[in-house]
């Protein structure tokens, strides 16, 4: 199904349309490949208040309570015109027999092996504690250069007397900062900047597809996540809402590059209460907005629900190109027609994205996995495919010379021509004389005539009408 808007009555060309709808259309850009700065410390500390500081923007999840952020945090930032990754992770605990803060440990140690550079923080009112001495013992023992940050120095001037007992860690000259206010991040990223490899070291990476994993909770994203990747990339429980941020995974295979973005599980907001879990929320719908594919996941023996119908929704509004995909398949009991008529009352339970194509697959025992990068592919390219005027006219002229186009009243509804604005999603401007003479149904004729010629499997499209003067020629 497609989105259907209006301009302004009056038009002479269309290439001023198509100018107007490029400067919307979300151009690809090349990416260098970037130095990683990873932020460890124990719990509560001051971690992810100081991964915001230094990117800029809030997107690691900020709260009091211990253990908030359990993976690694990806974003991008820059300092003296030298752009660089930064890795928020969770809280590291030393000795505990909780499986989730074991995990989160994993987490921390995977990001002190990808990373060129590790920041650690501590905080100055607590001092030196034994957590801290095993964590600078731990990063030693890495031989990855270390930047020492002692958080909580919120007064301006002479730092206080008990940042020299840093000194004890053995990891060189303790920077004072406040991750709250920014005081000293300045005099940090320039010691950072010291630390980082040369840029003669680091090769150019190729462009990649950008994959976000959606759905409500516990249908197996984070399982997913890792049977692609091949690694304990995010933590996988029992326990719903285990994931809390949208964390970002890089694969590359020989079906080309792809970031798999997994996401916290979207639940009604009736349901959602906690406040920690709000901002989960809001991080899934912005890693749909930066994704170029989302694969939306149901749980094969829940079946189709109505908030699976709100997860694909939201990624239809943003006219990404979309992939169902049924997990836990490997759990179905199933005879020759089971596939078949599961996937026709999907097609009538997705009928709003009609477009949409289905896989089904098993994250935990890996069955059909592998296809999803080839169908990854074939959206991708269908979401970014420009159609020339010419084609679209033949289509159009055949379509209208089939179906005429609508009357009302002894009025009737002329469509001049068409001509595509942009993609992703693909974007038609029609130009006709009278635009409340083209009904929706005429539209999805239209529309359905466009995809049978060219295909556009997995992405919507959208229309955008013009009316031409009434005195114009």
């Not at 992810?48 to 952020?69: A, M, Q, Y």
């Not at 920041?119 to 001092?127: A, E, K, Q, R």
């Not at 295979?253 to 879990?277: L, M, P, W, Y």
């Not at 943003?318 to 199933?334: C, F, Y």
Request: hydrophobic share 40%; glycine share 6%.
């Amino acid at each position: 199904m497609s989105s259907l808007f209006f301009c302004a009555k009056k038009s002479e060309r269309g290439s001023d349309v198509q100018l107007r709808m490029r400067r919307q259309e979300k151009e690809m850009m090349s990416k260098m490949a970037l130095p990683v700065i990873a932020v460890v410390g124990r719990p509560n500390v001051g971690k992810s208040t100081l991964f915001n500081k230094l990117i800029g923007k809030r997107l690691s999840i900020v709260e009091d309570t211990p253990g908030v952020t359990r993976d690694r945090i990806y974003a991008k930032g820059e300092w003296r015109n030298r752009a660089f990754m930064l890795i928020d992770t969770g809280g590291i605990e030393t000795v505990t027999d909780d499986p989730i803060l074991k995990q989160m440990r994993r987490q921390a140690e995977l990001a002190i092996e990808r990373a060129d550079v590790i920041i650690l923080v501590t905080d100055v009112h607590c001092g030196v504690t034994a957590d801290d001495s095993a964590v600078a013992s731990m990063l030693q023992k890495s031989g990855k250069p270390i930047a020492l940050a002692v958080n909580q120095c919120d007064s301006i001037g002479e730092p206080p007397m008990e940042l020299y007992e840093f000194y004890n860690l053995g990891l060189g000259d303790p920077i004072p900062i406040s991750a709250a206010h920014g005081h000293g991040t300045g005099d940090l990223l320039d010691a950072v900047y010291a630390l980082l490899p040369s840029e003669e070291a680091l090769e150019e990476e190729e462009d990649a597809i950008h994959v976000a994993i959606i759905g409500k909770p516990n249908v197996g994203k984070s399982s997913l996540v890792n049977r692609i990747s091949g690694e304990e990339r995010v933590i996988v429980s029992q326990v719903a809402r285990t994931t809390r941020d949208a964390i970002d995974t890089t694969v590359v295979n020989a079906h080309g590059k792809f970031v798999f973005i997994d996401t916290a599980g979207i639940r009604k907001k009736s349901r959602v209460t906690e406040r920690i879990e709000h901002y989960s929320v809001l991080r899934a719908y912005m890693a749909v907005d930066r994704a170029d594919v989302c694969l939306i996941l149901i749980d094969a023996a829940e079946g189709f629900t109505e908030q699976d119908a709100k997860v694909a929704g939201y990624a239809h509004e943003q006219g990404k190109a979309s992939i169902i995909v049924v997990n836990k398949w490997d759990l179905i009991e199933k005879d020759s027609n089971t596939m078949k008529s599961y996937k026709e009352k999907l097609r009538l339970d997705f009928s709003f994205m009609s477009y949409v194509p289905f896989l089904f697959i098993s994250a935990k025992t890996g069955q059909r996995v592998d296809q999803l990068f080839e169908k990854i592919q074939e959206v991708y390219v269908q979401n970014a495919m420009r159609i020339s005027t010419g084609m679209l006219n033949d289509v159009l002229a055949y379509a209208t010379t089939r179906v005429q186009p609508p009357s009302d009243k002894g009025r009737h509804l002329k469509i001049y021509y068409m001509t595509q604005a942009s993609v992703k999603p693909p974007t038609f401007v029609v130009f006709v004389n009278r635009a409340d003479l083209f009904h929706f149904s005429y539209q999805r004729y239209i529309e359905n005539q466009i995809r049978a010629t060219f295909g556009l499997t997995g992405t919507p499209v959208r229309f955008v009408v013009c009316e031409r003067a009434r005195d114009e020629k």
